[in-house]
């Protein structure tokens, strides 16, 4: 005879501690909402449900009692992607409070502001021929070389017209927004929200390259400098001077960190025992297995001390161009972000 090792009760309870929220199936329906589809996702499973729950998350950044200051890191192909007037109308709507991006982002942003543009393209192409054309390809995006060189060449320019001094590049970043006159972009939403911009790894952009050429012709001169330094010291200030940080993450990389290690240097530096960010969500394709930033979960940074609760964040894995637009649209249509109180920073 064998031995029951638990009685039937038992095992019906055990069991009905993991069979209690069944699976939303999704009912779309005429004249849904875009706010509508994204609260059914988090009832469903796989990526929907992280992305339901990545909006809602990102709706208690904003409401929480416990003013936030929330960050938002870019990464990615977003403005060839097509995502310019996403992040700027998300800068003016005071979703966010500072923007850690790449410099590519903010590059091609004010290549925007010149005129230039990203144009169709497509994948199986002769990449030779497109050299010989002076056409550049992002994936299936095509973008014009020589209005890269003129963009380049006016970063040179607007350069040397700056007082030599130190510069952040949030602060080069501020002067070089003033130039940015269209109202789709990104750097002159920043500047006109009181947004601060930091590219903690300026030099590694198209930027950088204007300011090669400028750094070249000036080099035995008094001249602007990159002071990457300076970037921390600022960007800790921010945090050390908030209630509280949250932060959203699309892509990983450099901005990621950047953030993430600000909690850090004002533990380290500061000695300021801050607890982490209060809410965290990151939209991203990179895969934790490999062990590198990009991918690694945000549970990994709980143990840190970058985050402060494990229940308070979620990674979705999705592409950017499709999972930042929903996110956008949820919010807006709530209007979540209307009434809430931005800081502001003085540098």
Known sequence: MVKKDRTDKQLINERNKYLVKPITQLDVTNNM??????????????????????????????????????????????IAAGLRNVIANIIRENMVDVVVSTGAIIYQDFLY???????????????????????????????????FEETDDYIDKF??????????????????????????????????????IFVPALNDSSIGIGLTKYWSLYRDKPKVVIDSIKDNYEIVQIVLKSKATSAVYIGGGVPKNFVNDAIVM??????????GHTYVIQISTAIPMDGGLSGSTLKEAVSWGKIKD????????????IGLPLLYSYLKEKNIAKNRKRPTFKF
């Open 310 to 321: 494990e229940t308070r964040n979620v990674m979705v894995y999705q592409e950017a161009s």
């Open 33 to 78: 909402t875009i706010g509508q589809l994204v609260d059914q996702f988090s009832g469903m499973s796989i990526q929907a449900r992280n992305l339901g729950m990545a909006a809602q998350i990102w709706e208690r950044m904003l409401t929480d009692q416990k003013p936030q200051t929330i960050f938002l890191g870019l990464t990615g192909p977003l």
């Open 113 to 147: 502001s010149l005129g230039g543009k990203h144009y169709h393209g497509f994948v199986d192409v002769n990449n030779k021929e497109l050299r010989k054309l002076r056409i550049n390809r992002i994936y299936n995006v095509f973008t014009d070389d020589l209005k």
């Open 266 to 275: 004002a533990n380290f530096d500061f000695n300021a025992a801050f607890g």
């Open 159 to 196: 350069t040397r017209q700056l007082e030599p001094g130190n510069y952040s590049s949030r602060q080069f970043l501020h002067e070089l927004a003033k130039d940015a006159k269209d109202e789709n972009s990104i750097l002159k939403a920043s500047i006109d929200s009181g947004v601060p």
